[in-house]
T-cell receptor, first 114, second 115 residues
């Protein structure tokens, strides 16, 4: 069974540009989560999808971030326009049920905004 | 509010020595606790988790952790370190929002193994 995949693995962009990150969850997992780790800080929750619906987006930093999960399969996270403080590692995770179940993480996308 | 504190951002031990990574949590409800590990250039991998039942939890690669409610701790241990244990370790507590689980992580501890 394939794990959670993320694309790209690395992205270097200039301030003001747009970047779109993609996450493919484990097949059959209805729950999809985005997390972010800014350098030197802890990993923080961004948002949670159940199928195609946003269940909780309380961690989204501001309206420059837009997440979608059309069709309830893969998800994209767009940052527009990117700022320097958006640099970090963006992780995606998925799980099957809503309870205290293991979330399976992808390798992350390392974003550097110059 | 839930929070996690990992004592020590860097821990260094000799190969064959005991590994002890400390984690303390704050939770207003009975916690579900996790330890994840991130090897270089890889994603987060679950080491072990505590939900209910036995407070001593065994995980992969010889790691274990003990949930101590009175101390609000969930320290990770391994009796004998191996070079392959070099990685970054994250303690996390989960809580439920609208029926779904959200993870709150500690700052991470980078473990170095000296030959």
């Amino acid at each position: 069974e394939a794990g959670v995949t993320q694309f790209p693995s690395h992205s270097v962009i200039e301030k003001g540009q747009t970047v779109t990150l993609r996450c493919d969850p484990i097949s059959g997992h209805d729950n999809l989560y985005w997390y972010r780790r800014v350098m030197g800080k802890e990993i923080k929750f961004l948002l949670h999808f159940v199928k195609e619906s946003k269940q909780d987006e309380s961690g989204m930093p501001n309206n420059r971030f837009l997440a979608e999960r059309t069709g309830g399969t893969y998800s994209t996270l767009k940052v527009q326009p990117a700022e320097l403080e958006d640099s970090g590692v963006y992780f995606c995770a998925s799980s099957h049920n809503r309870g205290p179940e293991t979330q399976y993480f992808g390798p992350g996308t390392r974003l550097l905004v110059l | 509010a839930q929070s996690v504190t990992q004592l020590g951002s860097h821990v260094s031990v000799s190969e064959g020595a005991l590994v002890l990574l400390r984690c303390n949590y704050s939770s207003s409800v009975p916690p579900y606790l996790f330890w994840y590990v991130q090897y270089p250039n890889q994603g987060l991998q679950l080491l072990l988790k505590y939900t209910t039942g036995a407070t001593l939890v065994k995980g992969i690669n010889g790691f274990e952790a003990e949930f101590k409610k009175s101390e609000t701790s969930f320290h990770l241990t391994k009796p004998s370190a191996h070079m392959s244990d070099a990685a970054e370790y994250f303690c996390a507590v989960s809580f439920t929002v609208q029926g779904a689980q959200k993870l709150v992580f500690g700052q991470g501890t980078r473990l170095t193994i000296n030959p």
